[in-house]
């Protein structure tokens, strides 16, 4: 009987396939170095998928991916009891007849457990997959009911978007600063809390959820003037060209996305200035939300979309960017879009 739990082997499974996080990567090699069976299984896992590195990731239509995956995973389920019964049954007659046997019933004990590997590592891939499909969809809906949230705030408010108007030159990175100046975008997001339009846990991504995260005492609201921190809010706001106005909500512009991957390890101390480098790699990865696979995107007309690249739109504009962010370029949290066509979600 195996002592890693299926979360274990799923948290090795995605670490194979590089749809970890950095914290995630990190107990991963923890649990590698410090279990042999998790040892034996990476490196099961390994072998398994090498094949796979020479398959080039866009050559395989979406739809014919998803249709097989979903297929073998409603065989999976189907099979899963015969196929722990049978392991049951195999292991009961293997030790019986151990005893003069050994060396003729090796090779089908390896067959066996080879034939145990292969199923073991399609059916961890599976729940992975349909794991990350359940987060994906539910990430959706909570922007869709963040929406509602902002639509009823505007109504309420004479048209006034629950935003803050940030000035040129002044930070909008310090999520979780509760002093009077308005320096975090994500301010506008809280009145939606605060004011009791949207219930906080929906500003956390699904994919995102973390365990040790001590949840929002409804109580204590108008303590704050902003999201505790980070943990508090997994998604990013678009920061307007100038003061937002209501006629410049419409359509399919961007309101919010996932995450930006940007700004992942942000400042805690927010005396500390903001110097993030842009790498090649920062200017191309997808949303942490959803391990790397995508993000959804909020419009201005209420509808919501997971993509699957960062370039959106006739003009493919990064909405993790700005027209101005280029390979090497430093940011410094108080950027400004140069015209209303620069989606810029932002931290």
């Given at each position: 009987?195996?002592?890693?739990?299926?979360?274990?082997?799923?948290?090795?499974?995605?670490?194979?396939?590089?749809?970890?996080?950095?914290?995630?990567?990190?107990?991963?090699?923890?649990?590698?170095?410090?279990?042999?069976?998790?040892?034996?299984?990476?490196?099961?896992?390994?072998?398994?998928?090498?094949?796979?590195?020479?398959?080039?990731?866009?050559?395989?239509?979406?739809?014919?991916?998803?249709?097989?995956?979903?297929?073998?995973?409603?065989?999976?389920?189907?099979?899963?009891?015969?196929?722990?019964?049978?392991?049951?049954?195999?292991?009961?007659?293997?030790?019986?007849?151990?005893?003069?046997?050994?060396?003729?019933?090796?090779?089908?004990m390896a067959a066996t457990a080879a034939v145990i590997m292969v199923f073991?590592?399609?059916?961890?891939?599976?729940?992975?997959?349909?794991?990350?499909?359940?987060?994906?969809?539910?990430?959706?809906?909570?922007?869709?009911?963040?929406?509602?949230?902002?639509?009823?705030?505007?109504s309420d408010h004479d048209d006034q978007l629950p935003a803050v108007a940030?000035?040129?030159?002044?930070?909008?990175?310090?999520?979780?600063?509760?002093?009077?100046?308005?320096?975090?975008?994500?301010?506008?997001?809280?009145?939606?809390?605060?004011?009791?339009?949207?219930?906080?846990?929906?500003?956390?991504?699904?994919?995102?959820?973390?365990?040790?995260?001590?949840?929002?005492?409804?109580?204590?609201?108008?303590?704050?003037?902003?999201?505790?921190?980070?943990?508090?809010?997994?998604?990013?706001?678009?920061?307007?060209?100038?003061?937002?106005?209501?006629?410049?909500?419409?359509?399919?512009?961007?309101?919010?996305?996932?995450?930006?991957?940007?700004?992942?390890?942000?400042?805690?101390?927010?005396?500390?200035?903001?110097?993030?480098?842009l790498d090649k790699r920062s200017l191309a990865v997808n949303s942490r939300?959803?391990?790397?696979?995508?993000?959804?995107?909020?419009?201005?007309?209420?509808?919501?979309?997971?993509?699957?690249?960062?370039?959106?739109?006739?003009?493919?504009?990064?909405?993790?960017?700005?027209?101005?962010?280029?390979?090497?370029?430093?940011?410094?949290?108080?950027?400004?879009?140069?015209?209303?066509?620069?989606?810029?979600?932002?931290?």
């Amino acid at each position: 009987m195996s002592s890693l739990s299926n979360e274990q082997k799923e948290l090795l499974l995605d670490n194979c396939i590089g749809l970890t996080s950095k914290e995630e990567a990190a107990e991963a090699e923890a649990l590698i170095s410090s279990y042999k069976e998790a040892a034996d299984l990476y490196s099961k896992f390994k072998s398994a998928f090498a094949p796979l590195e020479a398959l080039e990731p866009e050559s395989c239509p979406d739809e014919l991916a998803e249709g097989a995956i979903w297929r073998l995973t409603n065989h999976a389920r189907s099979s899963q009891d015969r196929l722990e019964q049978l392991l049951a049954a195999e292991e009961t007659k293997e030790l019986a007849s151990a005893k003069g046997q050994f060396w003729r019933n090796l090779g089908k004990m390896a067959a066996t457990a080879a034939v145990i590997m292969v199923f073991a590592s399609i059916y961890f891939a599976l729940s992975s997959f349909a794991r990350q499909k359940s987060w994906q969809q539910a990430c959706g809906a909570q922007l869709g009911r963040i929406w509602e949230g902002i639509d009823q705030y505007i109504s309420d408010h004479d048209d006034q978007l629950p935003a803050v108007a940030i000035e040129a030159g002044q930070p909008w990175w310090k999520v979780g600063y509760q002093g009077k100046e308005d320096q975090s975008i994500t301010r506008g997001m809280w009145r939606l809390v605060r004011d009791h339009y949207v219930n906080p846990s929906e500003f956390v991504c699904p994919g995102r959820k973390r365990a040790s995260a001590k949840p929002l005492d409804m109580s204590q609201v108008q303590n704050y003037n902003d999201f505790r921190s980070r943990d508090d809010i997994t998604y990013s706001v678009r920061i307007w060209c100038g003061k937002p106005r209501r006629e410049s909500v419409v359509g399919r512009k961007v309101f919010m996305t996932d995450s930006n991957p940007i700004f992942e390890n942000l400042p805690r101390d927010f005396s500390r200035e903001l110097k993030l480098r842009l790498d090649k790699r920062s200017l191309a990865v997808n949303s942490r939300n959803h391990k790397g696979r995508g993000q959804n995107v909020l419009f201005c007309d209420g509808s919501v979309e997971f993509i699957k690249v960062r370039r959106i739109g006739i003009s493919k504009d990064d909405v993790f960017t700005l027209e101005c962010m280029y390979q090497g370029f430093e940011v410094r949290g108080c950027e400004m879009p140069s015209c209303e066509t620069d989606a810029f979600a932002a931290p």
